[in-house]
């Protein structure tokens, strides 16, 4: 029988430690990577980590035809992980960084496993523009989809801009993705799933199935808008999107 809590163990390690970690070598389920990401994050929860919310993860069509899933996929945020907007973070927090538009949803009431698309809207208190920062802990950043999974979804960090009143548009609004004054990616919100609110439907359900459904005051990072970039020290790294607004970060070496 594989040891879940074993690769847990080392998967968590290699996370505190940012220090890259070969592939599974054990074959395990997707349940089963669940599983092993879920007992990562009780170490780091014992270790005094809040739990804060959800992220979502292979929220592009194109990207779930590439695995060849038909599902999302999604990981724990803790606390920890939040970056304040404008910030500087020390690139030896990670292995390979790189990093994302997207868009947060704060929770102003609990959701329930079904949701439809309106009862998840009229759910969201406020959006936030922000930046998730994903980081493989395996060599070279190549995984299998249960490999990610079990490493929390390749989540590591995240950003978000000022809370604002809920917009009813997100699909048609410009996300962009920029390097100081670099556009280096943009698209809509319609590239996640269609509309960035599906993607909470589905947080809902697979967060519940879980046994931890969304609660109030939960933040829901909505998946990438964009493909991902990798981060360069010393420059200033933000997302925009379009009469939402914006958020920031810069990594540093050493900081």
Request: aromatic share 6%; glycine share 8%; charged share 25%.
């Amino acid at each position: 029988m594989t040891d879940l809590a074993a690769i847990a163990t080392r998967l968590d390690d290699a996370a505190r430690h940012a220090k890259a970690v070969p592939q599974l070598s054990e074959p395990i389920s997707l349940d089963e990577a669940y599983q092993v990401q879920a007992l990562s994050l009780a170490r780091r929860h014992a270790r005094g980590e809040v739990p804060v919310g959800v992220k979502m993860g292979f929220t592009s069509f194109a990207k779930m035809e590439q695995m060849g899933i038909d599902e999302v996929i999604w990981g724990r945020l803790t606390d920890t992980m939040h970056v304040a907007d404008g910030g500087t973070v020390d690139m030896a927090r990670f292995v390979h960084p790189r990093i994302e538009p997207e868009v947060a949803f704060l929770l102003g009431a609990d959701l329930p496993a079904e949701v439809s698309e309106e009862e998840a809207f009229a759910a969201i208190e406020a959006m936030a523009p922000a930046l998730e920062i994903i980081d493989s802990r395996y060599e070279n950043f190549r995984f299998s989809l249960s490999d990610v999974v079990a490493d929390n979804s390749s989540s590591s960090a995240f950003v978000t801009g000022a809370w604002r009143e809920p917009v009813a548009d997100l699909a048609g609004r410009k996300f962009s993705l920029s390097f100081g004054d670099d556009v280096r990616q943009s698209d809509t919100g319609a590239a996640i799933l269609g509309d960035p609110v599906r993607s909470l439907v589905r947080a809902a359900r697979l967060a519940a199935g879980a046994g931890e459904p969304l609660r109030k005051g939960a933040i829901v990072l909505a998946g990438g808008a964009t493909a991902a970039e990798t981060v360069e020290p010393g420059v200033p790294i933000s997302v925009a999107i379009e009469g939402l607004g914006n958020a920031s970060v810069c990594f540093a070496n050493g900081a």
